[in-house]
């Protein structure tokens, strides 16, 4: 999961900064321990093809994917998001994008979420600077 994190394509397309190996450590320390999120591992064809989570941010129920760059364009981050929103059927559900992330804004379209937004977000130590989608599935 380290790795996948810290490819430059994967990280470009999601407007994210790769964490240290420390922040990495410590990130998924926090999410495994905590009872209101739902992390999911993604296989594909028997392999680690990235992860599925639900959680809290900033006050709203959210999602959240990564999918491996050898694995993108195959649908697998639609039917891993379809088989989270049957699991965790709390709604409304949150998801925001980066406006050039073309895919994952289709993977969540699929899934029923709708564009109800957008924002500027002025970026920080994780967040790259970028136009996002904020999406709702009701």
Known sequence: MFVLQGDP???EMAAVNPRTRADFDA???GSLSD????PRAILADG???GWIGCFKSGGDDAVGYWIARDHWGRGIATRALALILQEVSIRPMHAQVAMHNGASKRVLERNGFVLEGTRHSAGDARYRACEEALYVLR
Request: glycine share 8%; charged share 15%; hydrophobic share 45%.
């Open 27 to 29: 990130h998924w320390a």
């Open 35 to 38: 009872p209101g999120v739902v």
């Open 47 to 49: 392999e680690f093809a």
């Open 9 to 11: 394509d994967s990280s």
